[in-house]
């Protein structure tokens, strides 16, 4: 047991959930988007300048309960922060793999409508489709950043919706981003699935609601931070997030998260204030980062970044890169 009271996660364990997980679709097509990404973006940054990569992961995992799956499990997160966190990096010049659950927030995009094809075009002239002035900045930007990036080879966009996907997904981003050392960089934001159904044991069809209550048994899903920190990507730099409802426990449980997984940062933040300040917990300091509450626009993840940026460029300098 950990001092979580958790049992620590052993390699064997983890082997035991890829081994039993269903394929992941499309496995090699991933992997060459994720190679060729980090391949491009070292050789394009230059003699003795190492490219800076970041994978900033975004949204909640699914758990199916159904092999054919009709219903889920889901975990919370609407994906603003990682959407926020990439525009902010990619500001600051790294390049980023935006590993996202398919559906919440994309960069570039938080200040369109939820259905932006409906409510920012304008379709009254018979001839065209024209972008209503209302949103015409808007969605200039937006169009103009996210080509930019994309088609700049400095932003690669992939996603996940389960928690199989998402784990196999890391799994392999962490071991080809590893290739780059400490210039590489992760951003653990998504909101990860604690509990999940085995695929071996999981009904193959819809439950059928007629046998009365359902009684189902979920298995703890290993703690795969641990395995990016020791196995996957030792040598890059590692920010992971605790989320809690309950601020009494939040920083206690961070500072854990911390030690036991012996990532570099933690990110602790409170459901209801996570978009006005964050705390970021280091082995001798927890620094408070508020957004900037003279400006209604102004987000938390702009002094976030900044910070986790200076943190990243000394570690850097430390391993000697
Ligand atoms: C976070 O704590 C993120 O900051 C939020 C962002 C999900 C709260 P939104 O997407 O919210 O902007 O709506 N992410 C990590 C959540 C999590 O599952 N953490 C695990 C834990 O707390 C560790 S991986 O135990």
Known sequence: ?????????????????????????DREG???????FIHKNSSSSGIGKAARVVCVTSGGTTV?????????????????????????????????????????????????????FLNCFDASDDTAI????????????AIKENRAAVLGGRLLKLSFTTIFEYLQMLQLIATSM??????????????????????????VHKIQSGSGPLDISLAQVPKMISALRREWAPLTFCIS??????????????RRALKKNKVHLVVANELS??????????????IVVRRNQSKAEAEVERPLVALLVDRHSAYIKHSGS
């Open 273 to 286: 204030t996570r978009k006005e300040e964050v705390i970021v917990v280091a082995e001798n300091e927890e």
């Open 130 to 141: 024209q972008v209503h002035p209302s949103f015409a900045k808007e969605v200039k930007r």
């Open 241 to 254: 997030f605790k989320l809690e409802t309950d601020s009494k426990i939040l920083l206690e449980k961070a």
């Open 178 to 203: 590893n290739t780059l050392g400490p210039s590489a960089m992760f951003y653990l934001a998504a909101a990860v699935s604690d509990f999940y159904v085995p695929w071996e044991t999981m009904n």
């Open 30 to 36: 991933i992997i060459t988007k994720v190679q060729d």
């Open 1 to 25: 047991m950990d001092d979580d009271g958790q049992i620590e996660t052993s390699l064997a364990e983890i082997q035991s959930f890829f081994d039993s997980a269903p394929p992941l679709k």
């Open 64 to 116: 199916p309960l159904e092999q054919r799956c009709v219903r889920y499990i889901d975990n919370f997160s609407s994906g603003r922060r990682g959407a926020a966190s990439t525009e902010y990096f990619l500001e600051a010049g790294y390049s980023v793999i935006f590993l996202y659950r398919s559906g919440t927030c994309q960069p570039y995009c938080s200040t369109l409508p939820d259905d932006p």
